[in-house]
């Protein structure tokens, strides 16, 4: 089994589980970002809530990017790794007045906006202040993602977005508002996309959505298309950045150069996904009559993915070379859930052993928990440790 490096001897000092991020292959995945951003002219707003690790962040805000806020607690963690306000987005369908307050007083760069009850409320909290709040309407294009029902976003079922036969209500609502400043057209659809059709149908969509909206006269200037673009949790040795380049090509060959409109993109999980692994040591091999279970001092309180999505991790043992056998791979939590792969090759587990769950940087320490009263894991960085 091909192994991911690890400084295993150092890892056997410190107290598991914790969270280790390897900071030189995120800078190769930020450069390639850049790379294909700047190759199309696009703008990219890293979505803070895939991992607010203040380090990570502040790597990221180096690089040049922007932040895609969905709290208000997030627009504070986005200031103080350094982003500038005025590239700062912030999106989500239940802003709460003070959310959208600290947005208005830090002169954020745009308001994605969801709902006409939201538009409304915006536009009066920026009356008081005196302020013109900038915004984009975040359209729900009825577009199926084809990924986990628990994380697609872009049917008219889900929560997210205006549905498009109700655009232009808002949109005349929003022309008699005198303290917001429409700026353009917001999308995500899903996460975890690894088909890249469901991109191309959004990218026809809103060439239909801008033809529309010129035709009324409303100048458009931005085009925001979100995150969602997948990682390979199968082969994170393989495949450790993905092919931003497919990606930004669909972009850059359906959409009809406009003059004055910046194109913007979302992407979390693929930034961060693979340069992060959870560091388990095993507390027990258990045989049972028909299993044998490595049971892990970590759970679904360090990493929840598996438990609520039913997500796949890649899952190695770093300190053995002994030959392969099979084992559900546990934690000590008390739900039936928190079962992190079952029937993986591992080599041969022993008491002690420490266990690699990979492209675990994104969703994972951000939604850890203290369940059953335990300790939020600690994180540790390639260039410290």
């Known amino acids: 089994m091909i192994k991911g490096k690890f400084p295993t001897e150092r890892f056997r000092q410190l107290q598991t589980p914790f969270y280790y991020y390897d900071m030189a292959l995120l800078q190769r995945t930020l450069d390639t970002i850049n790379a294909e951003i700047n190759r199309y002219g696009y703008h990219q707003h890293y979505a803070v809530k895939a991992n607010a690790n203040p380090r990570i962040l502040r790597l990221i805000a180096q690089s ?59 536009n009066a909290l920026a009356e008081a202040k005196n302020k013109t709040a900038t915004v984009a309407l975040r359209v729900n294009p009825n577009v199926d993602a084809h990924t986990h029902a628990k994380i697609t976003t872009g049917l008219e079922e889900n929560k997210f977005g205006i549905n498009l036969e109700m655009l232009d ?17 917001h999308f995500h659809i899903g996460s975890q996309i690894t088909d890249l059709s469901p991109f191309r149908d959004l990218c026809i969509k809103a060439q239909d959505l801008l033809d529309d909206l010129g035709k009324k006269g409303l100048r458009v200037e931005t085009l925001n298309f979100g995150g969602g673009f997948g990682v390979n949790y199968q082969h994170p040795n393989h495949l450790a950045i ?10 850059h060959k359906l959409l009809i150069p406009r003059e004055g409109l910046q194109i ?19 507390l027990y091999v258990k045989q049972g009559s028909v299993k044998q279970f490595a049971i892990l001092d970590a759970g679904f309180t360090e990493l929840i993915r598996p438990a609520m999505y039913d997500a796949y991790h890649h899952i190695e043992n770093i300190t053995s070379d002994e030959d392969l056998e099979i084992y559900d791979v546990v934690g ?19 008491r002690n052993d420490l266990i690699a769950l990979r492209s675990a940087g994104a969703y994972g320490e951000i939604m850890a928990s203290q369940y059953n009263c335990r300790t939020l894991p600690k994180s540790y960085f ?3 440790i």
Do not use: T
Not at 67 to 91: R, T
Not at 172 to 180: G, L, P
């Open 64 to 122: 040049g990017m922007g932040a895609d806020c969905v709290s208000g607690g997030e627009i504070q963690a986005a200031l103080d790794a350094g982003f500038p306000a005025s590239n700062i987005v912030f999106a989500g369908v239940g802003k709460a007045d003070w959310e959208i307050n600290l947005g208005l007083d830090n002169d954020i760069s745009c308001f994605n906006v969801e709902s006409l009850a939201e538009l409304e409320v915006i």
């Open 169 to 185: 209500g808002v949109i005349e609502a929003m022309q008699k508002m005198k303290n917001v400043h429409f700026s353009g057209l």
């Open 242 to 251: 993905p092919e931003f380049e497919n990606y930004f090509k669909v972009f």
């Open 264 to 282: 913007h993109v979302e992407l979390g999980r693929a930034v961060v996904a693979q340069c992060g692994s959870l560091i388990s040591k095993v």
């Open 332 to 350: 000590p939590i008390c739900e039936s859930s928190d079962i992190f792969g079952k029937d993986r090759k591992l080599n041969k587990v022993h």
């Open 382 to 384: 390639s260039d410290e």
